[in-house]
Structure formats: C-alpha cells, structure tokens
C-alpha cells in the first residue's frame, strides 16, 4: 500500500513540473502587438462611424491588424461598395425586406447588394454544379409550402454554412426601439403592435390628464393616401392596417396565420388555391349606395389584379402568372417564378406578397379601361377611397380634421368581433387577439410631427402611448418612474461589419489554405480571428450605452422564426483570435497557449503510462 502511494506521488510530482514549466511560458499579455499587416477600413459621414471604426482598430491591434481609416463622401462610400471595391473591412447596415428570409441579392455571387465579393469558386460543390452558398438561395426560393418546416430548416443550415465556411460578415447590433405608455394601460405589446393588442387593452384606472377611459390616444404625422396600392409612408400604412385586412397574418415571430383567407392549399408547387373565409362585411358605403356588401373571391381577384397591374411597385409580382376564380369563395393562383423559362416555376416568397391588404372590388371596380379588365383609376371611386380606405377591418374613420387629428372608431358589425367566426382553433384568436370586452371603442391619431411638441403632451397626460427612443434621457426616466411603462422591439433593420472577400484583395480575400489548417483558407482564417477579436459588448456600452441587440445571424433578427438559435457564434475572445491568426501562419510573439494545452495534454498521459507501467505485477508463481 505505502509503494502504490509512492507511485502515484511520483506522478502527481511529474505533472505538477510538467505544469509549472507550461505556466512560466504563458505569455505576458499585452494590449497591442507590432502589425503584420494593414486593412483598408473605409467609413462615410459622421456621428458615431468614427468611434467604431477607432474601437475596431484597437481591438484589432491585439492581433497585430492595423486599419488605415479613410472618410469618404456618402457617394464615393456607395461606389465603393458596389463597383469601386477599393476597402478590405467596412460598417454598414441593411434596413427593410419584411418578414422575408430570402436574402438574394445581398449574399448571392451576381446579388446587387453582394458588396462582399461572394463567388461560387468559394465553396464550389461538384455535385449541386454552384457554390453551396448559392445553391441554398437558389433553392429556398422555391421549397413549398413557404412556411413549412423543411423550409425553415433549410434556411437554418444556410445561415450556419455562411456564417462558417464563407464569414462574409460579423453581425454587430440591430437597434432597440423604446415606446413608452403610462402604466394604467393594461395589456399592450409593443411588439405585437396597437392593433394586434387592441382586444387585450383596458384602462385599470385614469392617469393624469386623461379624459377618456374608452380611447387610445396617440400621435403621429400627417397620412397622406390611403390605398395601399400608391402608398409610401408609414403614417398612411397606420391607418390602412386599421381598416382593412390581409388574407394572412404574421404574427410577431413571423409565424404564419390565416386571416381573410380560410385555408390556402398547394395543389402542386406551382398551383396555390386559396379558400376565402365567408361572411366578412365590408364597411358601408351609403353615400355610394354600397352597403351589406361581403368579401368573396372577386375583391380577392381584383387586389392582387391591381398589385400586378396598377400599383406603384408592379414588378413585385411577376410571379403571378394567371388566376382563375373557381367559384364564390375559392380563388387559384399559379405560379411562375422565373417567367423567363418555358415552365412555371415555383416561388416560395409568395406568402408575403399575398399578405397585402384586400381592397373592396364592388367599390373601386365601377368602370374599367378599353379591355374591360383594368379598372379606371380616374373614376371618382378611386379619389374616394384614398381618403376614405374602406375595409373589413377592426376600425373605420369616424372623424378627421386635416392637420388636427384623425379618429379610428370601433366597427361594432366587423367579423373581428364575432365569436361565430373567431372561435375557430385555426385562429388560436383570443390568445392572439383577445376578447375585446373591456371598452376601448376608439383609437386617436392626433397629427403632431414635431417629436419635442407631442412629448410634452404624452407628459401632459393628453397622449397615452409614445415613441421615445430618440430621447434617452427621458427614457431613463421614464424607466425609473412607477406612473410609466417602457417597452421596446426591433425593427428589419441590422448593421454589421462587413469584409472585401474578393481574392484580388489579398490578405481578406487569400483563398490559398491556411499553413496550420488546410481544411481553411488563409483569408478565411484570419476573418475567423478578427470576428473573435472584436468586442461587441465593449462597442455596445461605450458607444450605444448598452441600448443595441447584439445578434449573431446574418439576417433581421426581426425575422423571428426564419433566425438559427443554434448559429456558430464569434464571442469575444482574444486566445481564439490568436489561435486563428498563428493557423494564418501568423506567429504571435509569446503567444504559445494551444502549445500549452497541447504539451499539458501529453503530460497527463504520459503520467498515466508511468502509473500503468510501475503498477504493473509480475506474474504470480505456483509451486
């Protein structure tokens, strides 16, 4: 017993030397070391661009990078990105697109927006005959059904593969945005919007100032139109959404739901039946003598017609390739997504085309041009309808005073009311919507553009619900005072620090493999070591006081669903980003932790070979 434990104190001795050595090779560590080489960082315009690109170049040092920072004009910046390319690392963002996850044209090698210099020789796949990363675009625009499961899997995969493999980029912040309400308002989700939470809604007492238990006030600017179709600011879009309905509806995560729409079935990829929920009433037109009219397939019909063929932005849908009605509440579409090939083709983006809102085609439809299709946008029905915008939705304009304010009032026969037609499982309608039973009966829009005006009348007590994100000194405030509620979202916007990746670049772009890793490119690798080595939180607190959404995939964080939750992840860490560098075959000075590791690793087991051999018997003898 007393020889076993000499042995195994002989080991314990030689791995506590072994260690000991390991540790007096750790590295001092330093905040910066001597460059190895220099990138272009190219930045435009003022506020707080300088303070990135200056944090970045600090960071970057810790791994011998240096950034040569050159300001550039907005449109000497807009050259650059799309034919100059004259920058090896910039910061931008992208802001728009809905709730689509298709990223074509901002990723892919002939994309408008590829301001990477993606090319398929990158991840060249023998078999799919294009670059992987291609490939998943391509067939994410066609997978049926648009929201199925298979689709939102192949979508996780694309963003793990680039995010990997291509490193285009490294996902910075998408910005938080504040609202704030007084706290005797119950049940509202920023998120989820006014109209979504309008059933959930209800007063639990009067707060200072307000008169009315039974309203929502708000403010905004001036609407301008309210057919969708010639839309192109927000303020309009508010109301169009209160009055009218889409045929689907996305909730918050991007989940899909029906609305309008019963069902929407796909006969194959390319055939799409659409089956229209019955007895919807359109709100009453008596000056017109329209009314106990309801939504059947022709208004459906006739709103995508237009969107084709009238609205401003006709070219987002060309996909549709005809329709036909099949009777008084079922509608098909067929689908061709690349018009420019002999069949049709499927097209996966679709689902959100056809979530626009649907317009009353008894009201708009009174005359049509020479083919009898077209209706007559000159007829007075149309310059109606852009001051009116009548719909099936929740609300109608009860009162409008041009310049004061614009009253939404409850439509007491709207199907949303209607317990017949909600209670169906299909809509899941009371957690998503609720009951609507605690009295709010109207929404007021009053017009107060100036930021400053209307934050005073939210203090007021006069305005109930208020944007405050561009103030946040008040937010602060507001955050720390029990009368107020803060709440916050985000919005399809991001920004990011973007990489040239073009192998005429060199350094970014080296596509040789890595001398430590050749299962690597060189450029690869040290886009590897620079998206370690940024401090993201360290950006966020100095620059943004901690306000910003750090994320990690390469689309809107906004979108929900569509976004991996299990992406690889570029965490701050500064051994990682050496380790990357010296696999670049850029040797740190004194950097030798993964040497440590790995002689640690051979000391234990060469400690556990002693103990094996020294504990070994000899074989016993008989007599």
């Given at each position: 017993?007393?020889?076993?434990?000499?042995?195994?104190?002989?080991?314990?001795?030689?791995?506590?030397?072994?260690s000991?050595?390991?540790?007096?090779?750790?590295?001092?560590?330093?905040?910066?070391?001597?460059?190895?080489?220099?990138?272009?960082?190219?930045?435009?315009?003022?506020?707080?661009?300088?303070?990135?690109?200056?944090?970045?170049?600090?960071?970057l040092?810790?791994?011998?990078i240096?950034?040569?920072?050159?300001?550039?004009?907005?449109?000497?910046?807009?050259?650059?990105?799309?034919?100059?390319?004259?920058?090896?690392?910039?910061?931008?963002?992208?802001?728009?697109?809905?709730?689509?996850?298709?990223?074509?044209?901002?990723?892919?090698?002939?994309?408008?927006l590829?301001?990477?210099?993606?090319?398929?020789?990158?991840?060249?796949?023998?078999?799919?005959?294009?670059?992987?990363?291609?490939?998943y675009?391509?067939?994410?625009?066609t997978?049926?059904?648009?929201?199925?499961?298979?689709?939102?899997?192949h979508?996780?995969?694309?963003?793990?593969?680039?995010?990997?493999?291509?490193?285009?980029?490294l996902?910075?912040?998408?910005?938080s945005?504040?609202?704030v309400?007084?706290?005797?308002?119950?049940?509202?989700?920023?998120?989820?919007?006014i109209?979504q939470?309008?059933?959930?809604?209800?007063?639990?007492?009067?707060?200072l100032?307000?008169k009315?238990?039974?309203?929502?006030?708000?403010?905004?600017?001036?609407?301008?139109?309210l057919?969708?179709?010639?839309?192109?600011?927000s303020?309009?879009?508010?109301?169009?959404?209160?009055?009218?309905?889409?045929?689907?509806?996305?909730?918050?995560?991007?989940?899909?739901?029906?609305?309008?729409?019963?069902?929407?079935?796909?006969?194959?990829?390319?055939?799409?039946?659409?089956?229209?929920?019955?007895?919807?009433?359109?709100a009453?037109?008596?000056?017109?003598?329209?009314?106990?009219e309801?939504?059947?397939?022709?208004?459906?019909?006739?709103?995508?017609?237009?969107?084709?063929?009238?609205?401003?932005?006709?070219d987002?849908?060309?996909?549709?390739?005809?329709?036909?009605?099949?009777?008084?509440?079922?509608?098909?579409?067929?689908?061709d997504?690349?018009?420019?090939?002999?069949?049709?083709?499927?097209?996966?983006?679709?689902?959100?085309?056809?979530?626009?809102?649907?317009?009353?085609?008894?009201?708009?439809?009174?005359?049509?041009l020479?083919?009898?299709?077209?209706?007559?946008?000159t007829?007075?029905?149309?310059?109606?309808?852009?001051?009116?915008?009548?719909?099936?939705?929740?609300?109608?304009?009860?009162?409008?005073?041009?310049?004061?304010?614009?009253?939404?009032?409850?439509?007491?026969?709207?199907?949303?009311?209607?317990?017949?037609?909600t209670?169906?499982?299909?809509?899941?309608?009371?957690?998503?919507?609720?009951?609507?039973?605690?009295?709010?009966?109207?929404?007021?829009i009053?017009?107060?553009?100036?930021?400053?005006?209307?934050?005073?009348?939210?203090?007021?007590?006069?305005?109930?619900?208020?944007?405050?994100?561009?103030?946040?000194?008040k937010?602060i405030?507001?955050?720390?005072?029990?009368n107020?509620?803060?709440?916050?979202?985000?919005?399809?916007?991001?920004?990011?620090?973007?990489?040239n990746?073009?192998?005429?670049r060199?350094?970014?772009?080296?596509?040789?493999?890595?001398?430590?890793?050749?299962?690597?490119?060189?450029?690869?690798?040290?886009?590897?070591?620079?998206c370690?080595?940024?401090?993201?939180?360290?950006?966020?607190?100095?620059?943004?006081?901690?306000?910003y959404?750090?994320?990690?995939?390469?689309i809107?964080?906004?979108?929900?669903?569509?976004?991996?939750?299990?992406?690889?992840?570029?965490?701050?860490?500064?051994?990682?980003?050496?380790?990357?560098?010296?696999?670049?075959?850029?040797?740190?000075?004194?950097?030798?932790?993964?040497?440590?590791?790995?002689?640690?690793?051979?000391?234990?087991?060469f400690?556990?070979?002693?103990?094996?051999?020294?504990?070994?018997k000899?074989?016993?003898?008989y007599?």
């Amino acid at each position: 017993m007393r020889g076993n434990k000499r042995r195994f104190s002989l080991c314990i001795n030689i791995i506590i030397i072994i260690s000991t050595t390991l540790v007096l090779v750790e590295p001092i560590k330093t905040n910066s070391i001597s460059p190895f080489f220099t990138l272009e960082a190219l930045e435009h315009g003022g506020g707080v661009k300088p303070d990135y690109f200056n944090m970045l170049n600090q960071q970057l040092n810790r791994i011998g990078i240096n950034l040569n920072i050159r300001n550039v004009d907005w449109s000497t910046f807009v050259y650059e990105m799309l034919m100059g390319f004259n920058f090896d690392i910039t910061f931008i963002g992208l802001t728009g697109g809905g709730g689509n996850p298709d990223f074509t044209g901002v990723y892919d090698e002939n994309g408008s927006l590829n301001l990477f210099g993606y090319d398929t020789s990158m991840d060249w796949n023998d078999e799919l005959g294009t670059g992987k990363n291609e490939w998943y675009l391509k067939e994410g625009r066609t997978i049926m059904p648009p929201n199925s499961d298979e689709r939102i899997q192949h979508y996780y995969d694309w963003q793990e593969h680039l995010m990997d493999n291509i490193l285009p980029l490294l996902p910075m912040f998408t910005p938080s945005y504040f609202i704030v309400s007084w706290s005797q308002l119950k049940g509202y989700n920023y998120s989820d919007g006014i109209l979504q939470s309008w059933g959930k809604m209800f007063w639990s007492d009067k707060h200072l100032g307000q008169k009315n238990t039974s309203e929502i006030v708000i403010t905004d600017a001036e609407w301008s139109e309210l057919s969708p179709l010639f839309q192109n600011d927000s303020s309009s879009n508010l109301v169009s959404s209160a009055t009218l309905d889409p045929l689907i509806w996305f909730d918050t995560d991007q989940t899909v739901w029906p609305h309008l729409a019963k069902s929407f079935t796909h006969i194959n990829d390319t055939h799409i039946r659409i089956e229209i929920r019955e007895g919807i009433k359109w709100a009453d037109i008596p000056d017109w003598g329209f009314t106990n009219e309801y939504l059947d397939a022709r208004d459906v019909f006739f709103t995508l017609y237009c969107w084709k063929e009238v609205a401003n932005n006709q070219d987002l849908y060309e996909w549709i390739e005809d329709m036909v009605i099949v009777d008084e509440y079922t509608l098909d579409i067929f689908i061709d997504g690349n018009p420019n090939t002999p069949e049709n083709e499927p097209f996966a983006p679709y689902l959100h085309r056809i979530s626009e809102y649907i317009l009353p085609e008894h009201f708009l439809n009174q005359t049509q041009l020479d083919d009898n299709i077209t209706p007559n946008t000159t007829h007075a029905s149309w310059n109606e309808y852009s001051q009116s915008g009548y719909g099936t939705g929740l609300f109608e304009i009860g009162n409008y005073v041009q310049g004061v304010e614009t009253v939404l009032t409850i439509r007491p026969d709207c199907w949303w009311l209607d317990p017949d037609k909600t209670n169906n499982p299909d809509l899941d309608w009371e957690r998503r919507f609720g009951n609507f039973s605690r009295g709010l009966t109207q929404l007021r829009i009053r017009i107060i553009p100036d930021l400053q005006k209307s934050l005073l009348e939210f203090e007021a007590g006069k305005v109930d619900v208020e944007g405050i994100g561009w103030n946040r000194e008040k937010r602060i405030e507001f955050q720390e005072d029990r009368n107020f509620d803060v709440h916050k979202k985000f919005t399809y916007s991001f920004s990011f620090v973007a990489f040239n990746i073009r192998n005429e670049r060199g350094i970014l772009g080296d596509r040789d493999p890595a001398p430590r890793d050749p299962l690597l490119t060189k450029g690869l690798a040290i886009r590897k070591a620079i998206c370690h080595a940024i401090n993201r939180e360290e950006i966020n607190q100095v620059i943004h006081d901690g306000d910003y959404y750090i994320y990690n995939t390469p689309i809107y964080p906004a979108l929900g669903i569509w976004c991996n939750p299990d992406i690889i992840v570029y965490d701050y860490n500064l051994k990682r980003a050496k380790t990357f560098m010296e696999i670049a075959g850029f040797d740190i000075p004194g950097f030798t932790t993964q040497l440590s590791i790995n002689l640690y690793s051979i000391a234990i087991i060469f400690a556990a070979v002693i103990l094996v051999l020294i504990n070994k018997k000899k074989p016993r003898k008989y007599n």
